[in-house]
């Protein structure tokens, strides 16, 4: 079945370094995934998104790489700052199949100030 | 403007009671999904209904229910509450079903 999962559930970073988060995917014939950030007591917030025929999208100061071929999914924030200390989740979904969003566990990062 | 609007904030049941926990999309979103988060997990997909119609169900009991009104607002009901529906539960919209979500900040339900 379908599955994502996160190699790493803590990563902690200097302020003004970059963050790399990772995210594997299970199912090959996912074709739409999201990052979300999830702050205590709030709330999952998109992030960004990207679909299978890309394999890069950028953002403010977040970039997603997909790489297929090992279905890998990652997550860059550039000069990351005290504000992005959060959960981060990745999603995957069959979007040409209208199937729900399948979450990982997570990932929690921790900017050091 | 508004984003997802979820109420009650928080809730304490004890077991076999029923609860039911609303959601308000944000306008112009047909589309409204459920989630349930135990402490320390990703979101287990719950329901997705659109244009008020059931579109998708996770792998939940028969005791969860859900609808949607013809607003597009949304609720969900759980009866005989078990110690283990004790999670924060999450309402996102969208304009269809297979767009991204936006989450509202959910209903934290202890069950006692």
């Known amino acids: 079945g379908e599955s994502v999962g996160l190699h790493l559930p803590t990563l902690s970073v200097q302020e003004g370094d970059n963050s790399i988060i990772n995210c594997a995917y299970s199912?090959?014939?996912?074709?739409?995934f999201i990052w979300y950030k999830q702050e205590s007591g709030k709330g999952p917030q998109f992030i960004i998104d990207?679909?299978?025929?890309?394999d890069k999208r950028q953002g403010q100061r977040v970039t997603v790489l997909l790489n297929k071929t090992v279905k890998h999914l990652s997550l860059q924030i550039a000069a990351t700052q005290p504000g992005d200390s959060a959960v981060y989740f990745c999603?995957?979904?069959?979007?040409?199949?209208?199937?729900?969003?399948?979450f990982g566990k997570g990932t929690r990062l921790s900017v050091i100030a | 403007d508004a984003g997802v609007t979820q109420s009650p904030t928080h809730l304490i049941k004890t077991r076999g009671q029923h609860v039911t926990l609303r959601c308000s999309p944000i306008?112009?979103?047909?589309?409204v999904s459920w989630y349930q988060q135990v402490l320390g997990q990703g979101p287990q997909f719950i329901f997705q209904y659109y244009e008020k119609e059931e579109r998708g169900r996770g792998n939940f009991p028969d005791r969860f229910s859900a609808r949607q009104f013809p607003n597009y607002s949304s609720e969900l009901n759980v009866n005989a509450l078990l110690l283990g529906d004790s999670a924060l539960y999450l309402c996102?919209?969208?304009?269809?079903?297979?767009?991204?979500?936006?989450f509202g900040s959910g209903t934290q339900l202890s069950v006692l």
């Open positions: 999603a995957e979904s069959l979007y040409s199949g209208n199937t729900p969003l399948v």
């Open positions: 990207i679909r299978s025929n890309m």
């Open positions: 306008s112009g979103h047909k589309s």
């Open positions: 199912n090959s014939a996912s074709d739409y």
């Open positions: 996102a919209s969208s304009w269809t079903v297979n767009e991204k979500l936006f």
